[in-house]
């Protein structure tokens, strides 16, 4: 009765989503007046115009190959600079929103880059919410190395080393050099011979809409990597502006496929998992409404990893559907339903998730926005035979804060996201073109309660409230740097002595 009140829900906001994408574009069709020049704020999105969510995962899944296009100046008279910091999450397809496309280069054979971050994180009460917890303070040194070579037009082969490596100052000294690994290693081909297909194969990224089935293929190492060891293939229909990916995916609980240097037991997945399915993208209404539907079938084998316990030995079967796009000016929305079945163990699984979201740029100077959504994820009722709680699928990331991470690791391990829903409200500005300044709040239910009894939680589902601050400074095209506090108030799920958690990142971002 729950999954199916949901569905109606979220199957009702679709619907009117998608009338509203149509009946904006008819009307825009039939108005006989010609239309006045779009200004330039009316007409480009930029970073500015970015929600937190959008940041946020932007600064957790960089790519450091990416080249960003520059953003028109934020204030009339004041000169642009390259914004190199907002823009990193690689993009399959365009969802929908107005992009500029950078007139084409001459054909480049050879390129390289290389990408340095440093981040200090500090962490309180995140895991436990208790004064006994000891607090986190530690530095984190991200390097990443890339090479690509074009022997072709249509053929590309690409290599991205990486390391993360960390100094600890509380609760003790010490530091890591941890390995130095293939972040990524892959050959693609786009259209050969101006054929419709293309096709990539090895260790690569893979994202799809805002992340909430896939941005993250190795979770248990934080945003040291993403990847995915795969093979996708698509095929182009043109005629119906649609693509369609194919999709063959393996993502171990270590790296055993290719080489490191200095190698260790680096953690990255609780099981061994395979994962096979579709992804199709359709642009064939334009701006108003960009459709994408997936099936994906997820094999999670048992044998977890020795320092884990929350080995799923599932196979799960997600369908999903992701509607989004620009209905009118200076409004864009996206919204996202999908279905599990399958089993957990010897169990049967029966999930949902989804949620609905609205930003609206306003066309003024220092380029504010507002945004606001509900996400959905179910949890399991302690009550019934099934497993109702969703499976996050491949967006074990930041998708619902840094701070949440360590917080939902008691309840299924590290950005296990489920047994959730949330009202968001955000905001952002740019007071200066190279400022980014964006801030949320998040009121948090669990969708049911089966810890009851259980050390540090209480009978209640409000989860608490959630707070989000996010600052991005582009100092040069080359440069940035970024400050970050998050700050979670528990309610009446946890203890009634359960304490408020903090969570503060401060970060320069170099890219050569």
């Avoid at 690409?158 to 509380?170: D, H, K, P, Q, S």
């Avoid at 080995?311 to 509607?323: Q, V, Y």
């Avoid at 996201?417 to 949320?440: D, F, K, R």
């Avoid at 600052?471 to 002595?497: A, I």
């Amino acid at each position: 009765m729950k999954e199916r009140k949901c569905a109606m829900l979220f199957s009702g906001a679709l619907i009117g989503l998608v009338v509203i994408g149509m009946l904006s574009s008819s009307a825009r069709a039939e108005q006989a007046a010609p239309q006045t020049e779009k200004t330039e704020t009316e007409a480009v999105e930029t970073p500015c115009d970015k929600t937190i969510d959008q940041v946020q995962r932007d600064v957790y899944a960089g790519a450091p190959e990416k080249k960003t296009q520059p953003c028109p100046a934020c204030l009339p008279g004041e000169e642009a600079i390259e914004d190199s910091a907002e823009n990193w999450l690689p993009k399959i397809v365009d969802h929908g929103f107005h992009t500029v496309t950078p007139p084409k280069k001459e054909w480049e054979k050879f390129k390289w880059g290389l990408e340095e971050r440093i981040r200090q994180e500090y962490v309180k009460n995140a895991t436990t919410l208790t004064k006994d917890e000891t607090n986190r303070n530690y530095f984190r040194f991200r390097t990443k190395l890339w090479m690509e070579a074009t022997p072709h037009e249509w053929l590309k082969a690409y290599v991205r080393l990486g390391n993360e490596c960390r100094a600890w100052m509380a609760p003790n000294l010490n530091s890591d050099l941890n390995e130095v690994f293939f972040d990524n290693l892959y050959v693609e081909s786009v259209r050969p011979f101006e054929l419709p297909v293309s096709m990539k194969v090895g260790r690569q990224d893979i994202t799809y809409g805002n992340g909430f089935i896939f941005l993250e293929g190795t979770p248990l190492d934080g945003s040291r990597s993403v990847y995915f060891d795969a093979i996708k293939g698509t095929v182009h229909v043109d005629a119906l502006k649609t693509d369609i990916d194919g999709l063959v995916i393996e993502c171990n609980r270590m790296d055993r496929r290719f080489f490191k240097f200095n190698p260790s037991d680096q953690a990255l997945n609780s099981d061994e998992i395979q994962a096979y399915g579709y992804y199709l993208t359709s642009k064939i209404f334009g701006d108003p409404l960009t459709i994408e539907q997936y099936y994906i079938y997820k094999d999670g084998h048992g044998q977890p990893w020795p320092a884990s316990t929350f080995s799923n030995n599932s196979k799960i079967n997600t369908w999903g559907a992701r509607l989004s796009g620009k209905p009118i000016a200076n409004f864009k929305y996206e919204t996202e339903l999908a279905v599990q079945h399958g089993k957990q163990g010897p169990t049967e699984k029966e999930a949902l998730g989804g949620y609905v979201l609205g930003t609206y740029n306003f066309p003024v100077k220092c380029k504010p926005t507002l945004s606001t959504g509900y996400y959905y994820l179910s949890g399991d009722d302690p009550d019934t035979n099934k497993r109702e709680d969703w499976d996050p699928m491949f967006s074990r990331s930041t998708y619902y804060g840094d701070l949440l991470l360590f917080l939902f690791g008691r309840e299924g391990g590290t950005a296990y996201w489920n047994n959730l829903h949330t009202i968001q409200v955000s905001g952002s500005i740019c007071p200066v073109s190279w400022w980014h300044s964006a801030l949320s709040y998040n009121k948090l239910w669990a969708d049911e309660n089966p810890l009851v009894g259980t050390a540090g939680f209480s009978t209640g589902r409000d989860r608490g409230d959630l707070v989000r601050w996010m600052n991005k400074f582009n100092l040069t095209k080359n440069v940035s740097t970024l400050f970050q506090l998050e700050l979670f108030d528990p309610n009446d799920y946890y203890v009634s002595e359960a304490e408020d958690a903090l969570f503060m990142r401060w970060e320069i971002l170099i890219k050569y």
